[in-house]
């Protein structure tokens, strides 16, 4: 059976201990928040709309069909684009 991964709380933190002190109360501060973008460059309002992809137009509608005829489930098409 494959031992249980433990990952140390300060592993993503500066290794400078008063500059890892400084981001863990940071850290602290923020901990519970949802994250809304990893580089902050995204309007949140993106996230917060359910569009399929007919919505969206990522994709032409042949793309979509090629999609479906390459056995893409229905379910996956529409949450993917």
Same mark, same amino acid.
Not at 37 to 61: E, R
């Given at each position: 059976?494959?031992?249980?991964? =433990?990952? %140390?709380? $300060?592993?993503?933190?500066? +290794?400078?201990?008063?500059?890892?002190?400084?981001?863990?109360? &940071?850290?602290?501060?923020?901990?519970?928040?949802?994250?809304?973008?990893? =580089?902050? %460059?995204? $309007?949140?309002?993106?996230? +917060?709309?359910?569009?399929?992809?007919?919505?969206?137009?990522? &994709?032409?509608?042949?793309?979509?069909?090629?999609?479906?005829?390459?056995?893409?489930?229905?379910?996956?098409?529409?949450?993917?684009?």
């Amino acid at each position: 059976m494959p031992q249980p991964l =433990h990952l %140390h709380e $300060d592993r993503l933190l500066p +290794a400078e201990p008063g500059v890892r002190a400084i981001a863990r109360r &940071l850290l602290q501060g923020v901990a519970g928040l949802p994250i809304i973008s990893p =580089h902050g %460059h995204t $309007d949140p309002a993106w996230f +917060a709309q359910k569009l399929t992809v007919d919505d969206t137009g990522a &994709l032409s509608p042949a793309d979509i069909e090629a999609e479906r005829r390459e056995g893409m489930d229905e379910d996956m098409i529409q949450q993917e684009y």
